[in-house]
């Protein structure tokens, strides 16, 4: 079922390291390829020529050999695999990854991996309750690690209690779902690498003096996510970001801008894209004429007036040549949510449209958010779920509508990248 895949397997120091050659062995059978990396302790359990005959490869072990390097350098081991799975876990690994200490070749390849990453902790009762131990193992789970086992019964010291590594059985298992989950991810992966994205995110401030502006209360947090879960994908993202406390996604191409004429500038730069979502909340108006100087208060009272922004989303979604295969676009509303995001959608001339309820200020600064997306023929309701959530559930929507045009025969309007 998962022919074809490959699984990197750490091999650190423990008594439970005899049964990686049974996990090995049923992997295998399986159809998966295996690559060994076996620690200094490791070696002390498992020969490496076990290891080498059952996985049928050369087993890695020193970060400075230059023979493993040349042959596949601990980069692209890290990086090249489906899934990275630390069998069995040692309190000392565990400690490494959760503090992101890279002094050997397994320290160093889970650094630099991109891929899930599977624990089986195994070790003495008492080093896994303890909580230096615990505390790495919240972190790591926090990180996404997944952690299997470990269970109770006797242990290689002669106690008993939890610390035994979880059954070959539980661990193919886990293995197992990683790996149709992997499948999923490259799946998207292929659809979206090489592809240009551009994401609108953050609020506008449009100046009235050198001191005040107007604006909303955006915070930022779904835009950027929704850059930063393409990025991850594989599209080569451009971010054009209105003021926002938020750090910049890692691996996105970030422009800051305050006002939403800035933002138009930056976004026409950043054309031709594949994709558009203008998740901004940009400010609908801006003062006719900003005042050089700080207004004063003195007087009863002051009129401003108002003159319209220009529409990112509308201007983004006009039919020509320049127009991205796809442009989303969110819609803010406080009242008949549905009624007015389809009418937005029409209106604006967008493929999609986001729809959230905004009615309480919470979604603003909220990690949560619960979203609807209207397509031309289709409403689709998603359960409440985090803003990152949300952006992984739109980038695969959007890598499959992308796939799609694909196979409906317009890869010409693809943007090829440079
Ligand atoms: N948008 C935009 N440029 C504007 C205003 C809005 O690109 N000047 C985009 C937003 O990024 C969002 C969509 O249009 O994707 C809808 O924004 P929203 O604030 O919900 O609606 P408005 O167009 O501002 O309309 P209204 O305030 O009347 O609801």
Known sequence: MHKGRCILLIVSGGIAAYKTLDLIR?????????????????????SPLSL????????????????????????????EVNIVAVVPATADILAKMAHGLADDLASTTLLATNKPVLVAPAMNMHMW????TQSNIAVLERRGVQCVGPTCGALACGEEGEGRMAEVSDLLATLDTLLSTSTHTHQIEMAMTGRRALVTSGPTYEAIDPVRYISNRSSGRQGHAIAASLARHGARVT??????????PVGVHTIHVESAGEMLAACEDVLPVDVAVCAAAVAD???ASVSQQKVKKRGDVKTLLLV????ILALLSQPGPRRPVLVVGFAAETESLLDNACRKRTAKGCDWIVANDVANNQVFSSAYNTVHLITENSVTCLRTMTKVEIAESLTERIAAAIRKKRVVGS????????
Request: charged share 25%; with cysteine.
């Open 26 to 46: 049923r992997l295998r059978e399986k159809g998966i390829t295996i690559r060994c990396i076996l620690t200094e302790a490791g070696a002390r359990f498992v």
């Open 52 to 79: 080498a005959a059952l996985s049928g490869a050369p087993v890695y072990q020193d970060l400075f050999s230059l023979q493993d390097e040349t042959e596949m350098g601990h980069i692209r081991l890290a990086r």
């Open 129 to 132: 309750s303890h909580p230096a």
């Open 239 to 248: 971010l054009v970001s209105g003021p926002t406390l938020l750090s910049d």
């Open 285 to 287: 108006w801006r003062a």
């Open 308 to 311: 319209k922004n220009p529409d």
């Open 411 to 418: 890869p010409e309007n693809l943007t090829q990248p440079p």
